[in-house]
């Protein structure tokens, strides 16, 4: 599983998706890999996981809040 962070490495989201990284690959049986993918404001990532096939495991950290 892609854990995408649709900001660059070192920030907040960061460090954040690396924590919980691990117990998550343990509770759902399967490695995660957080993958960074910074620039316009986080929509370069969005666009990725969007276009990810439905099929793959995708999920994504934003740290927008409303």
């Known amino acids: 599983?892609?854990?995408?962070?649709?900001?660059?490495?070192?920030?907040?989201?960061d460090a954040i998706a690396r924590v919980v990284e691990r117990p998550l690959g343990k509770a759902l049986g399967q490695m995660v890999i957080?993958?960074?993918?910074?620039?316009?404001g986080g929509s370069l990532?969005?666009?990725k996981m969007l276009g990810a096939p439905a099929?793959?495991?995708?999920?994504?950290?934003d740290r927008r809040t409303s």
């Open 55 to 61: 099929a793959a495991a995708t999920c994504t950290r």
């Open 45 to 47: 990532g969005a666009q």
């Open 34 to 40: 957080v993958e960074n993918l910074g620039g316009a």
């Open 1 to 13: 599983m892609n854990l995408m962070v649709p900001y660059p490495a070192g920030g907040l989201s």
